[in-house]
C-alpha cells in the first residue's frame, strides 16, 4: 500500500517532502501548543469541565494485557464509581487553575489502594476551554492469599481475604488468620476513607489472639492539601496479650500485659503561603499500662525489665510546618509505579504534662517530635532524612524515651538499576517493653535469626543494588534482581557493652507486582552471615512482601 501515489522525479519529489515536513511541522506545533497547568495558572485560565476516565485493572487495548487473564479479571472487577474519585479533588469546575491543588490531587488519589495511578491533563478546545481530564486505573483489589513469611529463620503461617475496594466504593475490609512464633491472631479490619460521603475517615481492628484480644478504632478528618483549614482526630485502642522480652533469640522473660490508649487532638492552620502551612492546636492523651507476674525462661545475664502499671491522664499542645515540595520518582521502593516523595519540611512538636487533677498517677510533663527533609541532588538522585522522638519526666528521671534517625540515598545512574543506602540510629532510656531495641533478622540483619540481641543502642547500614528487568509475564509480574549487604551492631543489656559489629550479604529475586496500587514488591532471597557465632545459622531464607527502604 502506497501513501503517496507514484510520481517521476523533479516536482513531485519536492512536493511530496513538502508534505511530509508540514505534517511533522504540524505534530510539533500540536505537541508544543499542550500546555501545562502551571502555563495555564500563570494565565490565569479557568477549569470549564472535569472529565472523569476510570481504567480497568487490566488495560485491553494494550496486547501484552488483552488475554483471557486480563479480560476475565475485567469482568470480574467491579470497577470505583466516579463519586469516589470526585469526592478526592481539590479544585472545581469554573475556578482557576491552581497547579498545586491539581498535583495535589493526583498525589492523594495514588495513595488509595484500589487505585494504581493517576494522572490530571489539560486539555484546551479551540475555543480556549479548559478540561480537566482525570485519568485513573484500578488495582485488582479481592485478594485471597494462603503462605507463609520467612525472615530471621521464624515463620508465620496464615490466610486472608482482602478487598481494597468493596462494591466500587473504596472501602477496605480484611477477614485474616496468621500464626506466628509467638501466638495465633484472627482480624477482622474495616478502613473507609470517605465515611457517609465525608471527608472523615474511620479505621476499626478487632483481633482474637491465642494470649487475648486487641481493639481499634479511629475517627478522623486528616488534612487532604496544603490548605486544609483544620484537622481532628478521635482515637481509642487497647491490648490484652502475653508480652515477652528476648535475648540471643531466646525468650527470656514472659508477663502479661494490658495496654490501654486514647487521644483527642485537632490543629489549624494558621498561615498557609509559598507552598508551606504553618499549623497550631493541642488535645487530650491517656494511656494506662497494667502487667502481671513475671515469670524467667532463658534469662542467662539478662536484667530483669523494671516494669510500672501507670494511669496517666494530660494535655498537650503541639506546632507543625509542612512544605509542599513533592517530585515523583519510579523504582525507587515499588516497581513501575509513580513514587511521591517531599522535598520540603514535615515537622511536628508536641509538649504537654500528665496532670494529677486530670486523675494521672503522677505529674509527668512529656515530649513527642518528629521531622522528615529530601533532597534531589540532581535528576537520578535522592537523599531523605527521618527523624523522632519521645520522653516523658517523673520524679526519679526520664523514662520511655525513644530516639531514632534514619537517612536512604537512591541512585539512578544506570538504566534499570537503582543502588540504594540507608542507615539507622537509634537510642531508648528506660523503655515500655514495646520500645525495647532488638538487632536480628526482623530489624534488618537479614543473615540472622530474629531477636539476636537486645540493647539500649543501636546502628545499622544496608546497601543494595537493585534491578528492575522490562521482562513481565501477561503485565501481571515483573521480574527483578537485588544483592544487599547489612552491617550493624547493638549496646548490649545484659553487659552493657557494643556487641562486636555484625555483617551478612545476600540475594535474590525481586518480583513486581504490576496490579498493586503501590508497585508491591515480593523478595525471595537468601542472606548468609559474615560474623557468625557459634550456633549462628550457615544461612537465611527471607519471604516477604515488606520492602524497608
Same mark, same amino acid.
Given at each position: 500500500m502506497e501513501i503517496f501515489p507514484k510520481r517521476g522525479r523533479g516536482q513531485g519529489d519536492h512536493r511530496d517532502l513538502a508534505v511530509v515536513l508540514a505534517i511533522l511541522a504540524s505534530s510539533s506545533l500540536v505537541a508544543q501548543a499542550i500546555p501545562t497547568w502551571e502555563e495555564l495558572e500563570a494565565k490565569q485560565a479557568r477549569i470549564a469541565t472535569i472529565d472523569l476516565r476510570i481504567g480497568d485493572v487490566f488495560d +485491553? @487495548?494494550?496486547?501484552?494485557?488483552?488475554?483471557?487473564?486480563?479480560?476475565?479479571?475485567?469482568?470480574?472487577?467491579?470497577?470505583?464509581?466516579?463519586?469516589?474519585?470526585? #469526592?478526592?479533588?481539590?479544585?472545581?469546575?469554573?475556578?482557576?487553575?491552581?497547579?498545586?491543588? %491539581?498535583? !495535589?490531587?493526583? $498525589?492523594?488519589?495514588?495513595?488509595? $489502594?484500589?487505585?494504581?495511578?493517576?494522572?490530571?491533563?489539560?486539555?484546551?478546545? !479551540?475555543?480556549?476551554?479548559? #478540561? &480537566?481530564?482525570?485519568?485513573?486505573?484500578?488495582?485488582?483489589?479481592?485478594?485471597?492469599?494462603? *503462605?507463609?513469611?520467612?525472615?530471621?529463620?521464624? $515463620?508465620?503461617f496464615g490466610f486472608s481475604i482482602h478487598e481494597a475496594n468493596l462494591l466500587g466504593y473504596g472501602k477496605d475490609l480484611i477477614l485474616a488468620h496468621e500464626k506466628t512464633p509467638e501466638r495465633s491472631i484472627d482480624t477482622v479490619q474495616y478502613l473507609d476513607r470517605q465515611i457517609l460521603g465525608t471527608q472523615w475517615t474511620l479505621d476499626t481492628r478487632y483481633q482474637v489472639l491465642s494470649d487475648g484480644k486487641t481493639r481499634f478504632l479511629e475517627l478522623a478528618k486528616p488534612y487532604r492539601g496544603l490548605e486544609t483549614p483544620w484537622s481532628m482526630t478521635f482515637r481509642a485502642s487497647s491490648s490484652d496479650a502475653i508480652e515477652s522480652v528476648y535475648n540471643l533469640e531466646q525468650t527470656a522473660y514472659t508477663f502479661p500485659s494490658r495496654q490501654e490508649s486514647a487521644l483527642v487532638g485537632g490543629s489549624m492552620a494558621t498561615a498557609v503561603l509559598d507552598g508551606r502551612a504553618l499549623r497550631l492546636g493541642g488535645g487530650l492523651d491517656l494511656k494506662q499500662s497494667e502487667y502481671g507476674p513475671m515469670q524467667t525462661l532463658t534469662a542467662g545475664g539478662l536484667p530483669v525489665p523494671q516494669l510500672r502499671d501507670r494511669l496517666l491522664r494530660g494535655v498537650h499542645v503541639s506546632w507543625s510546618l509542612y512544605e509542599d515540595r513533592f517530585r515523583a520518582f519510579v523504582d525507587l521502593v515499588g516497581m513501575t509505579h509513580p513514587e511521591d516523595f517531599n522535598l520540603g519540611w514535615e515537622a511536628t512538636v508536641s509538649v504537654g504534662s500528665y496532670l494529677r487533677i486530670l486523675g494521672s498517677d503522677v505529674a509527668s510533663p512529656f515530649l513527642r517530635a518528629n521531622a522528615s527533609k529530601g533532597w534531589a541532588p540532581g535528576p537520578s538522585s535522592l537523599l531523605l532524612l527521618r527523624t523522632q522522638g519521645a520522653a516523658r519526666h517523673e520524679a526519679d528521671g526520664w523514662q520511655d524515651v525513644a530516639l531514632n534517625l534514619n537517612l536512604t540515598a537512591y541512585f539512578q545512574g544506570f538504566r534499570y538499576q537503582t543502588q540504594a543506602a540507608y542507615a539507622q540510629l537509634d537510642a531508648v532510656h528506660r523503655p515500655d517493653p514495646s520500645s525495647y531495641l532488638y538487632l536480628g533478622g526482623m530489624d534488618g540483619m537479614r543473615g540472622y535469626g530474629n531477636h539476636l540481641l537486645l540493647g539500649d543502642r543501636r546502628w545499622?547500614? @544496608?546497601?543494595?543494588?537493585?534491578?528492575?528487568?522490562?521482562?513481565?509475564?501477561? *503485565?501481571?509480574?515483573? +521480574?527483578?534482581?537485588?544483592?544487599? &549487604?547489612? %552491617?550493624?551492631? %547493638?549496646? $548490649?543489656?545484659?553487659?552493657?557493652?557494643? @556487641?562486636?559489629?555484625?555483617?551478612?550479604?545476600?540475594?535474590?529475586?525481586?518480583?513486581?507486582?504490576?496490579?498493586?496500587?503501590?508497585?508491591?514488591?515480593?523478595? +525471595?532471597?537468601? &542472606?548468609?552471615?559474615?560474623?557468625?557465632?557459634?550456633g549462628t545459622e550457615h544461612h537465611q531464607f527471607i519471604v516477604s512482601d515488606v520492602v524497608k527502604f
Open positions: +485491553l @487495548s494494550l496486547p501484552k494485557e488483552n488475554h483471557w487473564i486480563g479480560r476475565a479479571a475485567n469482568f470480574l472487577h467491579i470497577e470505583t464509581r466516579e463519586q469516589v474519585v470526585r #469526592r478526592e479533588l481539590l479544585f472545581h469546575p469554573g475556578e482557576t487553575v491552581n497547579a498545586r491543588l %491539581i498535583h !495535589e490531587t493526583e $498525589r492523594n488519589l495514588r495513595t488509595f $489502594r484500589f487505585l494504581k495511578d493517576a494522572q490530571i491533563d489539560p486539555q484546551v478546545d !479551540e475555543a480556549g476551554a479548559v #478540561r &480537566a481530564v482525570v485519568r485513573t486505573r484500578d488495582a485488582w483489589t479481592l485478594k485471597g492469599s494462603a *503462605g507463609f513469611t520467612q525472615v530471621g529463620g521464624q $515463620r508465620n545499622m547500614t @544496608s546497601l543494595e543494588e537493585r534491578v528492575n528487568t522490562p521482562y513481565d509475564w501477561l *503485565g501481571i509480574l515483573r +521480574l527483578g534482581f537485588v544483592a544487599y &549487604a547489612d %552491617i550493624g551492631a %547493638i549496646r $548490649r543489656t545484659d553487659t552493657g557493652r557494643w @556487641s562486636r559489629t555484625y555483617a551478612d550479604v545476600g540475594g535474590g529475586l525481586r518480583l513486581g507486582n504490576l496490579k498493586s496500587s503501590v508497585g508491591r514488591v515480593f523478595l +525471595l532471597t537468601v &542472606a548468609y552471615p559474615l560474623v557468625r557465632d557459634p
